[in-house]
């Protein structure tokens, strides 16, 4: 989890003049973010999470449902910003599902549908467990009727469609456990919890009895190997693939860049206040958040790290700005994964990766002269 309890807004540099000093302060003021009550919602979504999975762990065991591993925090709010307001922050948690034992995921591109590359399946299949467990029956080599005389079934395959594990199916079966699971879990005592529509993930809304509400949302994924890089039962933005397709998704990446950065960074680092505040800027235009936390990923590895201090921070404003426009410019934003020779060690992708051409973000408007032509109105008007 990234720690920016250092970080607080009424500290001044003495390297800043007085007019600089001013503008930062009123930035500072205007797009204001509580860290230290960020991190304590982060806690609070955390351990909500571990007790709910300690819960599924006792009555999914003999059941061979998938296996849910320890949540891993993903998205803004788990990166130390939010480009939204405190009340409308949404927490976001990844699950990662595991083959139950006697059972195994493979992976396969999604060849059925018109979604990018990026999208695949996740394909269930039986393994040989006669030689590692005495006795433990096996779903591949024992009949039906001897699994049934043992009361041995596999509930994985309900939560397939066909061969394939189906997203809207794990979402439902989840969702009902959240119910049925909610009044023994301690978070119980203190907020009224209520399950919001979702065909792809789980997303709660907490509410104490200030009435103060948090918002949390469960997202499901599959590991690609021992990458950090997962499939995820989250939609686009720009639409809702087939229950069967699951999408690269880079989250635990991401948030493993910013922890990296949160670690060499010096004490009242400015990158997240600047990441927050451009996001302000942009707030109700065309360009995406993504393209901005990108943006603002790949200065971090080209402006040294010492640069990033609260001083500079309108300086680093202005670079992130100007850098954005150049790609506009250019019709070019490289995806920051893609054959990136300054990614931090710790991070762990594919191998494929390394050698691959980055992918464009903005592919759109170098195939759409019109549509670059307006981003770069709008962009010169902000």
């Not at 955390?46 to 300690?54: G, H």
């Not at 433990?136 to 309900?158: D, G, I, P």
């Not at 603002?296 to 309108?314: A, K, N």
């Amino acid at each position: 989890e990234v720690d920016n309890s250092r970080d607080s807004e009424s500290e001044e540099s003495e390297e800043e003049n007085p007019a600089e000093r001013n503008m930062t302060w009123i930035f500072s003021r205007r797009f204001q973010l509580s860290v230290p009550k960020l991190a304590s919602r982060r806690r609070v979504v955390q351990e909500l999470l571990s007790d709910l999975l300690l819960v599924s762990h006792r009555l999914f065991s003999d059941c061979f449902f998938p296996v849910l591993e320890p949540a891993i925090g993903v998205g803004s709010a788990f990166e130390g910003w939010s480009p939204h307001k405190e009340e409308d922050v949404v927490y976001c948690m990844f699950v990662p599902l595991k083959p139950p034992h006697g059972h195994a995921f493979h992976l396969e591109p999604d060849t059925t549908g018109d979604m990018p590359q990026t999208s695949m399946r996740v394909r269930v299949g039986l393994v040989c467990t006669c030689t590692r467990e005495r006795n433990m029956l096996c779903f591949l080599h024992h009949s039906e009727k001897q699994l049934k005389r043992n009361h041995v079934a596999s509930h994985l395959y309900t939560l397939c469609t066909g061969p394939y594990l189906d997203v809207e199916k794990i979402a439902l079966w989840f969702q009902t456990f959240v119910i049925s699971a909610w009044s023994v879990v301690p978070q119980s005592h203190d907020y009224n919890m209520q399950v919001l529509p979702s065909s792809r993930s789980c997303k709660m809304k907490l509410m104490k009895a200030s009435r103060r509400s948090l918002f949390v949302e469960i997202i499901f994924s599959v590991q690609q190997g021992d990458s950090d890089i997962f499939l995820s039962s989250q939609s686009t933005e720009a639409r809702v693939p087939p229950s069967t397709t699951w999408l690269e998704s880079f989250a635990v990446a991401e948030a493993k860049f910013f922890r990296h950065v949160a670690r060499q960074a010096p004490p009242r680092s400015c990158h997240l206040k600047c990441l927050r505040l451009c996001a302000r800027l942009l707030e109700g235009s065309r360009f995406s958040i993504y393209a901005l936390k990108t943006t603002v990923m790949h200065l971090l590895t080209l402006i040294p790290l010492s640069e990033w201090q609260h001083g500079y921070l309108l300086l680093r404003v202005d670079d992130t700005m100007r850098y954005l426009r150049c790609c506009l410019e250019e019709k070019r934003l490289k995806h920051f994964f893609f054959g990136n020779e300054d990614m931090p060690e710790e991070i762990s992708l594919p191998p494929a990766f390394q050698g691959a051409q980055p992918l464009n973000l903005f592919q759109h408007l170098a195939q759409d002269p019109a549509a670059q032509a307006e981003a770069m109105k709008e962009f010169d008007k902000l």
